[in-house]
């Protein structure tokens, strides 16, 4: 199991994801089609170059995907039962085609299921930084987790 289990979290645990991904324009523009966001801001270089920020940006829901994306094989990967939410969702510098996006995910709470005794609650925070080591975007995450099974 690549995951791990809701006991063997603990709060302040830190993980480096070793995946980075190089963010392209077919990334973006495929994404912000397949989406219907017609925004200028991810489709239109030439309305662009006369903004402060003189390209187009990735779009922030394909950033927020990415980011949780490149954290589920170290956490949640088959043993996750569900998502629960996202909150504090942040994107405090841009991310534009061309950008390396690498990810951090520390654990920052824990509480047993009220409802599923074989489950529990963990709440991450992700946190995506470009080559420069920008933080691009962060929030957090919370999910319903299994308890390491008696026979495993």
């Known amino acids: 199991m690549a995951g791990k289990w809701f006991d063997e979290l603990e709060v302040g645990m830190v993980f480096e994801?070793?995946?980075r991904r190089t963010v392209t324009e077919t990334d973006n523009?495929?994404?912000?089609?397949?989406?219907?966001?017609p925004a200028q801001l991810h489709l239109d270089e030439e309305y662009m170059k006369g903004t402060p920020y003189g390209q187009r940006l990735v779009n922030s829901c394909f950033t927020l995907g990415l980011m949780v994306g490149i954290s589920v094989g170290d956490t949640t990967l088959g043993t996750a039962i569900a998502n629960l939410g996202w909150d504090e969702?942040?994107?405090?510098a841009p991310l534009f085609h061309g950008d390396t996006v690498r990810v951090t995910t520390e654990v920052i709470d824990l509480r047993e299921s009220k409802s599923r005794p074989n489950a529990g609650i963990v709440t991450f925070l992700h946190k995506a930084y470009n080559q420069n080591d920008e933080l691009v975007a962060s929030c957090k995450r919370s999910g319903l987790q299994h308890k390491k099974p008696v026979d495993a």
């Not at 523009?29 to 966001?37: A, E, G, K, P, W």
């Open 29 to 37: 523009v495929l994404f912000t089609t397949m989406t219907h966001n």
């Open 17 to 19: 994801h070793p995946i």
């Open 89 to 92: 969702v942040r994107f405090p």
